[in-house]
């Protein structure tokens, strides 16, 4: 059923169509005709459509103003506190992307390093093959040689030949270096990229002020508590995957492979944000 305001203005009851809507039954939440009065609602509680009407007109009205005077200007707070919040943690996150950075070069140029120089032992071992090759050649050229000049001695068939004594040609066999056989086979480290991921470094928040709770609405001040012993107060949680939590917080950033500069430039951080905290809060109790 749709609501017209107090002013008169009939609408057929859908379970009797031939009957207009006169009451509301408060119990059941429902518009009701005469009929329907009679035959399912006797002992409810039944007020007029009008003052249905205006119950709920002025429901809806509080609901406004609960909003318009209190949510609203939370919501406000809550953002200008996050501008503020993100403005201020700009400055923390250039800073450690660029350390991010800054390892991933230095990471990348202790892989490279390493590559280069398995690279380099593989071209190594090439060129030591190719230097055997020439060792080879230079031997057999030298064996040539001597082939000819005993060949030329032997057609001369003079007393030259009975008086040459050409070298042994055992004597050229140890000169000759003999060859490895092996191939290079590349053997990955073991779990290499799982240790890399795990020790590379993390990137945390860490907490230097406790969370501000938000005040609480003019509703939840007129409200008396279920127990009439005091409660203790509990922080309001921050809203889910809408806002973070209204504190400040800083990255840190923690690197393994780097231990000794970062804990330097985390611990000069820490004393800083150290003194701002003891200042703020020497400023709060004069206050």
């Known amino acids: 059923m749709r609501l017209y305001g107090p002013s008169k203005i009939a609408e057929q009851c859908r379970l009797h169509p031939a009957k207009e809507i006169s009451t509301y039954c408060i119990d059941c939440q429902v518009p009701c005709c005469a009929t329907c009065q009679v035959q399912k609602?006797?002992?409810h509680h039944i007020s007029t459509i009008e003052d249905a009407y205006l119950s709920a007109e002025n429901r809806l009205n509080d609901n406004v103003k609960e909003l318009e005077k209190d949510v609203l200007p939370t919501?406000?707070?809550?953002?200008?506190?996050?501008?503020?919040?993100?403005?201020e943690k700009r400055v923390h996150i250039d800073r450690v992307r660029e350390e991010v950075n800054t390892f991933r070069k230095e990471l990348k140029e202790a892989v490279d390093e390493?590559?280069?120089y398995l690279i380099e032992k593989?071209?190594?071992d090439e060129t030591e093959l190719d230097n055997l090759i020439t060792k080879l050649n230079v031997q057999k050229g030298k064996i040539r040689e001597l082939i000819k000049e005993v060949n030329e001695i032997i057609q001369k068939g003079d007393l030259s030949m009975i008086k040459y004594s050409p070298p042994s040609p055992s004597t050229f066999i140890p000169e000759v270096p003999t060859p490895r056989s092996t191939i290079p086979v590349f053997s990955p480290g073991r779990d290499i990229l799982s240790i890399i991921k795990d020790r590379i470094g993390t990137v945390e928040w860490i907490e230097i002020n406790s969370e501000s709770r938000l005040p609480p609405t003019s509703q939840e001040q007129q409200s008396p508590p279920p127990e009439q012993q005091p409660q203790?107060?509990?922080p309001l949680p921050p809203?889910?995957?809408l806002l973070p939590p209204h504190s400040h917080q800083y990255y840190r950033y923690q690197n393994y492979?780097?231990?000794n500069y970062h804990h330097?430039?985390?611990?000069?951080y820490y004393h800083h944000q150290n003194y701002h905290h003891r200042h703020h809060n020497n400023n709060h109790n004069n206050n």
């Open 41 to 43: 609602h006797q002992k």
């Open 75 to 87: 919501i406000d707070q809550m953002a200008d506190k996050t501008k503020k919040e993100r403005s």
């Open 114 to 116: 390493s590559c280069d």
């Open 122 to 124: 593989l071209e190594h």
């Open 232 to 234: 203790p107060e509990l």
């Open 239 to 241: 809203l889910p995957e």
């Open 257 to 259: 492979n780097h231990q």
């Open 264 to 268: 330097r430039h985390y611990q000069n």
